[in-house]
């Protein structure tokens, strides 16, 4: 998996935006959130990013919780051994 761009957060799409939109509280909707991620410039340095950190919670790269955490238990490839970048 490619690294993030250096300074991507400066152009996220979601900058303005409510970041409990982009929590959810248990059985909210990340509906709104997924839609801002999709016009959303750096959503693969994004994507890449919450990988890389072994994010959990939370919408990130237009991926849910649940996206991830299935991407990650299907032994995605990131070309260094599964080892995130920054740690
Ligand atoms: S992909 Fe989504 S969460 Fe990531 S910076 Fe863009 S809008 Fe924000």
């Given at each position: ?5 250096p ?17 959810p509280?248990?059985?909210g ?27 959990i ?5 237009g ?22 970048h920054?740690?």
């Amino acid at each position: 998996m490619a690294l993030p761009r250096p300074g991507w957060w400066t152009e996220a799409g979601c900058i303005d935006a409510d970041p409990e939109l982009f929590y959810p509280p248990q059985g909210g909707s990340p509906r709104v959130a997924l839609r801002i991620c999709r016009s959303c410039p750096v959503s693969l340095d994004c994507f890449a990013y919450s990988m890389a950190r072994g994010e959990i919670y939370g919408v990130w790269g237009g991926t849910t919780e649940g996206d991830r955490r299935r991407l990650r238990a299907g032994g995605l490839r990131t070309g260094n051994g599964g080892r995130g970048h920054h740690g």
